[in-house]
């Protein structure tokens, strides 16, 4: 898209398996924690980006912030392309993208005050001066719901939800482009958790700001995000808008997600999806469909070529991909109530 924020092409992250064979190191395989992965983010959207814990979100995350070298592929911030920058060429562009991290208690520094913390960006950005900043912090506080009592107080002083206040107040005092939240409620309780999420909301109506929302709960996806990608063992395996997710689901994994956070209550949630096993190794990834050794589909034609993302055909031309084009999309009661189910 024309008016994209952040472009990801074919971005990779392999990590070398090595082992000591007499003294010498030598590589054993390679651990493919982001394999080929292509997105955009527009202006002013929020993209959900789901999956179980391991699958390369909090990598990818890494990776988007230029926190780690990626072994392949492109990261465009607008025009520019970032991907081989050094870290003092980055230096200008740092405002442009920022990240909140899932633990405020550990992304603070617990000798900083609120005031010292929220100021950072500034001072490392050169963005106004000595006398202008604190006015700055002072007024970022207040957006986030925290009156300049806070200014002197330390991370060990405030809750759970006012530490992360903080954490997002430093996000987006510079005013970003885009912020890369990654699991940024799922430390909180419920209703914390609710008064974030509304924060981020009217901080994104306010300032016009992106968001790329990593997370497992589906129902915080489902309130914030515009549209969802869903993460599967290092690679998207399926694509499109809110409600085609949510509703129209269509690649195995995903129905399989949805169903099983759809009811917590067993009396109404029908038959499940249980999915086979465990997720596959990292390292050693099955032929064909990475999916496949724990799809309750699966065939024997699922372990013959690549499955990359492929365009559905829509009604109505809506966006929507997936990895796995062989079966209907299915609504979440369709994916409750369908039979045949292989127990784990």
Known sequence: MSDAVLTVKGLKKYYPITVNGRG????????????????????????????????????????????????????????????????KQMLPLRRRVQLIFQDPYSSLNPRETALELVSAPLDAMGIGDARERPERVREMLDSVGLDASFLEKYPHEM??????????????????????????ASALDASVRGQILNLMKRLQEEQGVSYLFISHDLGSVRYLCDRVAVMYLGRI???????????????PYTQALLAASAAPDARK?????????????????????????????????????ARPL???????????????????????????????????
């Open 24 to 87: 010498l190191y030598r590589e054993k395989g390679l651990l493919k924690a982001v394999d080929d992965i292509s997105f955009s983010i527009g202006r002013g959207e929020t993209l959900g980006l789901v999956g179980e814990s391991g699958c390369g979100k909090s990598t990818l995350a890494k990776l988007i912030a230029r926190l780690l070298p990626p072994t392949d592929g492109a990261i465009f911030y607008g025009e520019t392309d970032v991907t081989r920058l050094s870290a």
């Open 159 to 184: 809750s759970g939800g006012q530490r992360q206040r903080v954490a997002i107040a430093r996000a987006m005092i510079s005013k970003p482009d885009l912020v890369v939240c990654d699991e940024p």
């Open 237 to 251: 395996v399926e694509q499109g808008a809110k409600s085609d997710i949510f509703d129209r689901a269509a690649h």
């Open 269 to 305: 949630r029908g038959k499940r999806m249980v999915l086979r096993g465990d997720a596959a190794d990292a390292v050693r990834t099955p032929a064909g469909c990475i999916f496949r050794p724990r799809c309750i589909y699966a065939t024997e034609g699922c372990s013959k070529g």
């Open 310 to 344: 492929q365009a559905l055909r829509r009604a109505d031309g809506g966006s929507h991909s997936s990895a796995c084009p062989r079966y209907p999309a299915l609504s979440v009661r369709e994916m409750q109530n369908k039979g045949g189910v292989i127990p784990s």
